[in-house]
């Protein structure tokens, strides 16, 4: 029973691993290496072999955890070694069996211990008796609808991919099913989820458009009149504010600001300290048409980081301030050629915080 929890953190950590293939792992065809575990999986009914590589999620050592020495703990790295450190007694004690799901029983018919491969099908010890022992925080039972299938893990994992790609049947069959048996055995079954997954997509997207923080866009013939207190109110600007933007005092680089010592960064009302980077990201940013040759070089870098970097890293660096780029653009898309030949003609050079211009992953 206690291998219930194993198999099932490892089907949702290898959501292109098949129960069987996981299920017929042998100690040799596990490899560990110093970035991860390499896996030799065997799908019998696809008479396929293939090996498989599943990276460490981090490069930190345990050192205090006696029971676990290795790098990330629900990682399938981490996963792994917990599980052969849970069976290595029984491995021990029966040396001939090389199942990494090795399980001890009594035999009634010798009157002693035995080992074998856990098949999960014994009375008493199935994923549905397993699945009644948990509790949620309250003491009940968990409401998990029938039929308790472990099956069922892999296809919540392929209804995660269908929702999060979308596209075409062979995009979301991926590399672990042919199209025809993706369309009949999976397709129909994640129908409703992948329109349920796109409306509450749609819904997270339209609230989190409204209450975003997003710079503010002055235009050319507002520029002139910013000091007055009828377009300075229209923009949420104070007078004082207003007039220390159009004389450049609060010029952060590539955006002015209402209030340096205000920042949404940080509580301690000191001087922002993430500006120019961030400013994109900042209800206090206020841009002037004058200054959209440095944001359209702005977003050339950011492109160019995007070719550059692992996409994971780029969205969680990058990737806010490309669409809060994209929503200032789009409210002045005619000027963004003349933005463009200017920052050309006059030679200008982007100013941005050493961290923001490697290429490379730290």
């Not at 866009?217 to 300075?232: F, I, S, T, W, Y």
């Not at 990201?281 to 959209?292: E, K």
């Amino acid at each position: 029973m206690d291998l219930h929890a194993f198999r099932i953190l490892l089907l949702l950590g290898m959501s292109d691993t098949t129960p069987e293939e996981l299920h017929d792992l042998k100690v040799p065809d596990i490899e560990f290496t110093d970035g991860g575990v390499r896996l030799v999986q065997q799908k019998n009914r696809a008479g396929r072999i293939r090996a498989d590589l599943h990276l460490e999620q981090t490069s930190r050592r345990s050192e205090v955890d006696p029971y676990f020495a290795g790098g990330g703990a629900w990682d399938v790295p981490g996963l792994l070694r917990r599980l052969l450190a849970v069976t290595a007694p029984a491995r021990d004690a029966f040396p001939s069996e090389p199942w990494l799901f090795l399980a001890v029983d009594y035999r009634k018919d010798t009157g002693g211990l035995g080992a074998a491969c856990a098949e999960f099908t014994h009375d008493q010890r199935r994923f549905t008796h397993w699945i009644a022992l948990q509790q949620d925080r309250e003491g009940r039972a968990l409401a998990i609808s029938r039929p308790h299938d472990v099956r069922r893990l892999r296809k919540t994992a392929k209804v995660v991919r269908a929702v999060v790609l979308g596209g075409s049947l062979s995009d979301l069959a991926g590399d672990d099913h042919h199209v025809e048996i993706y369309r009949g055995h999976y397709a129909h079954g994640t129908t409703a989820h992948v329109l349920a997954g796109q409306a509450i997509n749609r819904s997270q997207q339209w609230v989190f458009q409204r209450v975003a923080q997003k710079p503010v866009l002055v235009d050319a013939a507002a520029e002139p009149q910013l000091e007055e207190r009828e377009v300075a109110e229209a923009l949420g600007l104070t007078s004082t504010e207003a007039k220390a933007i159009r004389t450049g005092e609060l010029d952060m680089g590539l955006t002015h600001c209402r209030d340096p010592y205000d920042s949404p960064h940080r509580s301690d009302g000191k001087v922002c300290h993430v500006a120019p980077a961030m400013c994109m990201l900042c209800r206090n940013a206020v841009i002037f048409t004058s200054q959209l040759p440095r944001l359209v070089m702005l977003s050339d870098h950011i492109e160019r980081m995007r070719a550059a970097l692992p996409p994971p890293q780029w969205q969680a660096v990058w990737g806010r301030q490309a669409a809060a780029l994209q929503e200032v653009f789009t409210e002045c898309a005619d000027l963004l050629p003349a933005a463009r030949q200017q920052a050309l003609d006059l030679g200008l050079r982007l100013d941005l915080p050493l961290g923001q211009r490697t290429e490379f992953d730290r």
